[in-house]
C-alpha cells in the first residue's frame, strides 16, 4: 500500500512538472504511466486523468477568479460546447475496446509531442481569423463547434484542451491575455469535470488515487511554474515534445502486463 501510494505521489509531481512547462493538461504524463506502471486499464487511466485535471485546474481558476480574471459569460458558448463533447466522448470511450482506446491515445500522444517540436522551430504567429464571423449567430455556432470539438477529445483521450481553449478566447473571441488564460483554464475544469462524471458514471475512476495524484501535481506545479519562466520557450517545447513522443512509443510497443512486471522484478532484486 505504501509503494503504491509513493508511485501515485511520483506520478502526480512528474504530471505537474510538465503541466507548469507546457501549460497544458497533464495526461500525457498520468494515463501511460498508470498503464504502464500501475497496471490500470486505458479508461480508468483516462478517467482518472480528467480527475487530476479537475483539481489542478480549480485551483489555478479559482486564483485568477479572485482576481476578476474569468468571464464566464463571454466564454459560456465555448463552455457549453465543451460539457457536451465531453459527455459524448467519455461514452464513445466506454464502447471502444481497450487495445482500439490505447492504440489511439498512443498516436494521440505522439502527434502531440511532433507538434510541440514544430511549435519550437516556427516563427509564425498563431492565426485564427478563418474561423471569426460578423454575424452574431454564425460566431456563436462556430465557437460552439469548436467547443464540442475540444470536449470530445477530452472525453475520448483525457485532455483538458487548455492550450486549445487558451488559443480560441484569445484570437477568435478577443479576450485579453489575463482574463483568457483565467477563462481557459476555468473552462477546462468544467469540461473535465463533464468527462469525470460521464468516467465515474461507467465506474471508471479509483477516486483515492486521482485524489493523491492531483494534490501531489498540483504542489509540483506551483514550483516548477517559477522555474519554467526562466527557461527559453523554445527550449521548454522541445522538452516536452521529446517526453511525448517517447512516451507514445513505449504505449505503442509494451503492454500493460509486460513493462508492470519488469519494473516489479527489478524493484524486488
Do not use: C
Not at 86 to 93: E, K, M, Y
Not at 140 to 169: C, E, H, K, R
Not at 219 to 248: C, D, P, Q
Amino acid at each position: 500500500m505504501i509503494e503504491k501510494t509513493l508511485i501515485l505521489i511520483a506520478i502526480g509531481l512528474l504530471t505537474g512538472t510538465i503541466t507548469a512547462m507546457s501549460a497544458g493538461s497533464g495526461v500525457m504524463i498520468v494515463v501511460p504511466l498508470l498503464v504502464l506502471l500501475m497496471g490500470y486499464t486505458i479508461h480508468q487511466a483516462i478517467g482518472t486523468s480528467l480527475l487530476v485535471d479537475v483539481i489542478a485546474s480549480l485551483n489555478v481558476a479559482y486564483n485568477y477568479y479572485r482576481y476578476g480574471r474569468v468571464d464566464f459569460r463571454s466564454g459560456a458558448w465555448l463552455a457549453l460546447g465543451a460539457v457536451a463533447g465531453a459527455q459524448i466522448g467519455s461514452h464513445v470511450a466506454s464502447l471502444i475496446p481497450q487495445g482500439g482506446l490505447k492504440g489511439g491515445f498512443s498516436i494521440f500522444v505522439i502527434i502531440s509531442g511532433l507538434i510541440f517540436w514544430l511549435r519550437a522551430q516556427s516563427k509564425r504567429q498563431v492565426s485564427l481569423s478563418f474561423l471569426r464571423s460578423g454575424n452574431p449567430k454564425v460566431q456563436i455556432m462556430i465557437t460552439v463547434a469548436i467547443g464540442l470539438y475540444i470536449g470530445l477529445m477530452t472525453g475520448l483521450f483525457g485532455s483538458g484542451g487548455g492550450v486549445t481553449i487558451l488559443l480560441v478566447l484569445l484570437y477568435v473571441l478577443d479576450f485579453p491575455l489575463h482574463a483568457a488564460l483565467g477563462t481557459a483554464t476555468a473552462i477546462m475544469a468544467v469540461a473535465a469535470t463533464s468527462g469525470v462524471i460521464g468516467y465515474t458514471i461507467q465506474g471508471h475512476i479509483p477516486w483515492v488515487d486521482g485524489i493523491i495524484i492531483g494534490v501531489a501535481a498540483m504542489i509540483s506545479g506551483i514550483f516548477f511554474t517559477r522555474v519554467a519562466n526562466h527557461a527559453s520557450e523554445k527550449a521548454l517545447n522541445r522538452a516536452v515534445g521529446s517526453i511525448f513522443v517517447i512516451v507514445g512509443i513505449i504505449m505503442t510497443f509494451i503492454g500493460n502486463g509486460s513493462f508492470a512486471g519488469l519494473l516489479v522484478s527489478a524493484l524486488a532484486k
